[in-house]
């Protein structure tokens, strides 16, 4: 019984050493077009979640500002990418104890993030978390960030999420 156990046990560990790579993540060039919303943040601010959601100005593009990023993304195992980003936008950034200008600026943000994937890309549906770091820079004003979030990817096709 214990050298059949054991033949199972090294069968299993053998299926998983040979399996641990097949679905790594390949390295991953990316464009993105955004939109950066800070007038929803400064109206949360100053007149409550309750008053923007009444008001529905949450919902409105008009309101946000179009940007650019690029983008790297590469598996470094089965269940962690890591993933670095630079974003631009011109726009009315609100800077703290500071008056607003009337022109817009150049907002940069370069970030590098780990995504913590529960799954595997094999599956259909992976959810995961992500952590990150990174610096935002306007007008001579810098800044840190730090983007933490929960997430779903959904598998399109086999090499598109």
Same mark, same amino acid.
């Given at each position: 019984?214990?050298?059949?156990?054991?033949?199972?046990?090294?069968? $299993?560990?053998?299926?998983?050493?040979?399996?641990?790579?097949?679905?790594?993540?390949?390295?991953?060039?990316?464009?993105?077009?955004? !939109?950066? *919303?800070?007038?929803?943040? $400064?109206?949360?601010?100053?007149?409550?979640?309750?008053?923007?959601?009444?008001?529905?100005?949450? =919902?409105?593009? @008009?309101?946000?500002?179009?940007?650019?990023?690029?983008?790297?993304?590469?598996?470094m195992t089965n269940h962690i990418? %890591?993933? =670095?980003?630079?974003?631009? =936008?011109?726009? *009315?950034?609100?800077?703290?104890? @500071?008056?607003?200008?009337?022109?817009?600026?150049?907002?940069?943000?370069a970030v590098a993030t780990a995504?913590?994937?529960?799954?595997?890309? @094999? !599956?259909?549906?992976?959810? !995961?978390?992500s952590v990150g770091v990174g610096?935002?820079?306007?007008?001579?004003?810098?800044?840190?960030?730090?983007?933490?979030?929960?997430?779903?990817?959904?598998? %399109?096709?086999?090499? %598109?999420?």
């Open positions: 019984m214990k050298k059949i156990m054991l033949s199972f046990l090294s069968i $299993a560990m053998c299926a998983i050493v040979s399996g641990q790579n097949d679905y790594k993540k390949e390295p991953t060039l990316g464009v993105h077009f955004l !939109y950066v *919303d800070f007038e929803t943040a $400064a109206d949360l601010r100053s007149n409550g979640l309750s008053n923007v959601l009444r008001d529905k100005q949450w =919902t409105k593009t @008009k309101r946000m500002t179009p940007g650019l990023a690029i983008s790297y993304a590469q598996g990418d %890591i993933s =670095t980003s630079l974003a631009g =936008t011109f726009t *009315d950034y609100p800077v703290p104890n @500071k008056a607003p200008r009337d022109s817009k600026s150049l907002l940069l943000e995504n913590i994937k529960l799954l595997t890309d @094999k !599956y259909a549906v992976v959810p !995961y978390i610096a935002s820079k306007y007008r001579g004003y810098y800044s840190a960030i730090m983007p933490i979030g929960l997430g779903l990817q959904f598998r %399109i096709v086999e090499d %598109i999420s």
